[in-house]
């Protein structure tokens, strides 16, 4: 079946889509997209955790060489670069703040996106930033005073805990497949137009 597919004006070429997954730290994110690419094999992973690394590399921290552009402003135009040549993306981001949410939606606004809430409970979130020992205990918790609370309008929602992995990747292929227009996205971007946010 064909999903979605934009048409690029002047070339014919169609968009790549784009599955994005917005969530908190330690909500399952990740672990989610590995297995989504897994069973969409027309699709790859591109995380918002990898990307960083490669500013990183860039950068010189210990002598505070550091670029003065906030990394999300590369990644959400990577993500729109390789849609451009027609490349599908399962991407995890954190919509954690104002900017970060106002650059992905302007930047994003005209691409095929399916948008999906990945959920976890705040007690599970703890117990699993402790488990991973590379977070910072409450860092999620502190993320989902904004993350969630911003009237987006998701395609599908899962909670990693109550559903489980595979459950809510079953979910996800299910609503994409049946899926036939994009709905949360361009929703979402109307929410925050109308709430004068742009």
Not at 32 to 42: A, I, Q, Y
Not at 166 to 174: C, G, H, K, N, P
Request: glycine content about 6%; overall charge negative.
């Amino acid at each position: 079946m064909q999903l979605f597919f934009m048409k690029d004006r002047g070339i014919g070429m169609s968009k790549g889509r784009i599955i994005l997954l917005n969530g908190v730290s330690s909500s399952g994110k990740s672990t989610l997209s590995k297995e989504l690419v897994k069973r969409l094999p027309d699709y790859f992973h591109l995380s918002i955790d990898d990307f960083d690394l490669v500013i990183e590399r860039m950068e010189d921290r210990e002598n505070e060489r550091l670029i003065p552009v906030a990394t999300e402003y590369f990644f959400h135009r990577a993500i729109a670069m390789f849609s451009d040549k027609g490349i599908n993306l399962v991407v995890d981001q954190i919509l954690h703040d104002h900017e970060t949410t106002k650059d992905c939606l302007e930047t994003l606004k005209e691409y095929p996106i399916f948008f999906v809430g990945v959920h976890c409970p705040k007690v599970e979130l703890e117990q699993r930033e402790k488990a991973r020992g590379d977070r910072s205990i409450g860092q999620a918790k502190k993320q989902l005073e904004y993350v969630h609370q911003q009237n987006e309008v998701y395609d599908i929602e899962v909670d990693t805990h109550i559903q489980g992995t595979e459950s809510s990747v079953e979910a996800i292929i299910e609503k994409l497949l049946g899926a036939t227009e994009l709905e949360g996205w361009q929703a979402t971007i109307k929410r925050y137009n109308s709430d004068l946010l742009f």
